[in-house]
């Protein structure tokens, strides 16, 4: 598969804008959105261990984090770090893919990655996700569609002047055009690609984590080794009326899990306190890991 052309640069231009984005500069900011909102629709395509990897102009965080093979690092090295020490092949289940950044570094981090199974239900940012993942060394497959706890439709509420919009999140209506699946549904229907034994989720699905776990919960449970990164964002719990809290219990009702906080040293989460008496109220991703 290959980008469209019209959301391409020229070669010159693109290496020109992937120079200006791993460099800081005074300005960039402002250039950021002035080059937005005339050219929002088009991608910036970097090179990683010589492959392409394709990024939106309008996303920010990779101005700020000088490129995708960087994307906040101090959060998903460790992850990258503890997945290549179990040293068996694993399955990478990544729940609201977006344009596969997160994808990329665990394929370029682990050398024991054996392949990506990658739900994101935003078209756009799924058109990207699609040619970004092609070009991994490790078999993948990509699945237009939200993750849950039921298999049917929703809708999808994103910003459509985007090419991609990762807080886009879903409805439990039951209503909609976009399409809504659990992973066990998905896996036990599934026959054109393995699952490895030991399997990791990242789970970053805006407000529908606990849905997503609830309908994983044979393919954790049965597992041999799982390791999960899941997203805490207090906006969304606001929205969705839940605590970090309510996502760890969750998932202990499935299996045993220790929890760490990759931002502050692979800290240990005390279950015996509320996190954000643990932590300074934020956004985080935490590592599960099953015993």
């Known amino acids: 598969m290959k980008m469209e052309t019209h959301r391409l640069f020229g070669n010159g231009i693109n290496s020109l804008l992937v120079l200006l984005q791993k460099r800081v500069w005074r300005g960039k900011h402002a250039f950021y959105l002035w080059l937005s909102k005339r050219y929002g629709s088009k991608v910036i395509t ?22 995708p093979e960087n994307y906040y690092l101090d959060e998903f090295l460790p992850f990258c770090n503890l997945l290549t020490e179990l040293e068996k092949p694993f399955t990478f289940f990544d729940l609201g893919a977006d344009i596969g950044t997160v994808s990329s570094l665990v394929a370029t981090h682990c050398n024991n990655l054996k392949n990506v199974i990658a739900f994101e239900p935003n078209t756009k940012s799924f058109e990207v996700l699609a040619v ?11 699945i237009n569609a939200a993750v849950s706890d039921f298999e049917g439709f929703a809708t999808f509420h994103a910003d459509s002047e985007r090419l991609n ?12 055009d976009t399409k809504v699946t659990s992973l066990d549904i998905w896996s036990a229907k ?8 030991t399997i ?44 970090p809290d309510d996502l760890f219990a969750i ?23 509320p996190f954000f008496e643990q932590m300074p109220v934020g956004q985080y991703d935490i590592i599960g890991i099953s015993r």
């Not at 970097?46 to 490129?67: D, Q, T, Y």
């Not at 998932?251 to 306190?273: A, F, G, K, M, S």
């Open 46 to 67: 970097h090179r990683i261990e010589g492959r392409a990897f394709n990024v939106p102009v309008g996303e920010w965080c990779f101005w700020l984090e000088k490129g």
């Open 251 to 273: 998932t202990e009702q499935i299996r045993h899990v220790d929890w760490i906080v990759p931002l502050y040293n692979n800290t240990p989460i005390n279950r015996n306190l």
């Open 132 to 142: 970004n993942l092609e070009n991994i060394r490790q078999s993948s497959m990509c």
């Open 200 to 243: 990791a989720l990242k789970i970053d699905v805006e407000g529908q984590e606990i849905q997503a776990v609830l309908g994983a919960k044979s393919l954790i449970k049965n597992a041999k080794k799982v390791i999960i990164l899941i997203e805490i964002h207090p906006d969304v719990l606001a929205r969705t009326n839940n605590t």
């Open 190 to 197: 599934q026959t054109d690609i393995s699952i490895e034994e």
């Open 165 to 176: 919009d990762h807080e886009g999140y879903i409805d439990n209506s039951g209503e909609g």
